[in-house]
């Protein structure tokens, strides 16, 4: 895939388009969440940074279904915690989580963590995936552990130290949690939440089944350097994009 002429992100003429465009995707993002069953009564949480003021993250309304979720439910919050722009709360560990994750790393600009069922139940054993499968291979030594569960992460002391640990990962798997992936746009945030849910359900079925054979490291990395690209992680998004919004139209109003 990495030697294929891939269609590239789009650039926009002014903030506000931009702004539209990041809004857009994250309200599609959670009505994919929705549709995989990533959600989990009012728990998970995807943001993404305003454009203009790159302090500030939308996000999802605190309990409010993530498949219902339109571009005009969506909230401004601030470095403080504060909602700039909407009528409705923010979920208290969406701020202590993300906002340290948003200040950590500047480059990136989408953060997605949801308590899915394959996910936190990989995350109970306190282990990193292994490289099992193709797929797999896009988080080859590219994913933390954050190996310290306390309850839940309401202090943004306990935001850094998961921000720490994931470094210039594109994923952390939060032990007896669930996992959380970061990505330059809302679509590479999203799109590596689900292939490494899925891989945590391939993996949890191979051992059930077995002894899975691993790929070898060398390979490994270097199927890496194929699919784990943040430009495939953009791209994989794009057809479920389309996908979402010829069904649920009403989440762009």
């Known amino acids: 895939m990495a030697n294929l002429e891939l269609p590239t992100p789009p650039t926009f003429e002014n903030i506000e388009e931009e702004r539209r465009h990041r809004q857009q995707r994250l309200a599609a993002a959670f009505r994919l969440f929705a549709r995989y069953g990533f959600d989990e009564g009012v728990a998970g949480h995807i943001t993404v940074r305003d454009p203009e003021f790159p302090d500030c993250f939308w996000v999802n309304p605190f309990g409010m279904y993530y498949g219902q979720i339109r571009v005009s439910d969506l909230l401004l919050v601030d470095h403080k915690g504060e909602v700039v722009k909407g009528n409705k709360p923010v979920n208290t560990a969406a701020f202590a989580i993300h906002s340290r994750i948003h200040q950590a790393l500047p480059d990136m600009n989408a953060a997605a963590h949801a308590h899915s069922l394959h996910g936190k139940t990989w995350s109970t054993l306190g282990r990193l995936l292994d490289p099992l499968t193709q797929d797999a291979c896009a988080f080859y030594e590219d994913h933390a552990l954050f190996d310290d569960y306390t309850g839940l992460v309401l202090d943004t002391q306990e935001g850094d130290r998961i921000a720490a640990t994931l470094g210039e990962n594109k994923a952390i798997i939060l032990r007896n949690h669930g996992l959380l992936t970061v990505g330059h ?51 994989s998004f794009q057809s479920l994009y389309d996908m979402i919004v010829s069904q649920e139209p009403d989440l762009l109003e």
Request: with cysteine; hydrophobic share 50%.
């Open 185 to 235: 746009s809302v679509d590479e945030a999203a799109w590596w939440f689900v292939a490494m849910d899925r891989c945590c359900h391939a993996q949890l079925m191979a051992e059930a089944a077995g002894k899975p054979l691993l790929i070898k490291p060398e390979t490994a990395r270097f199927t890496h350097s194929q699919i784990g690209s943040p430009l495939i992680g953009w791209f």
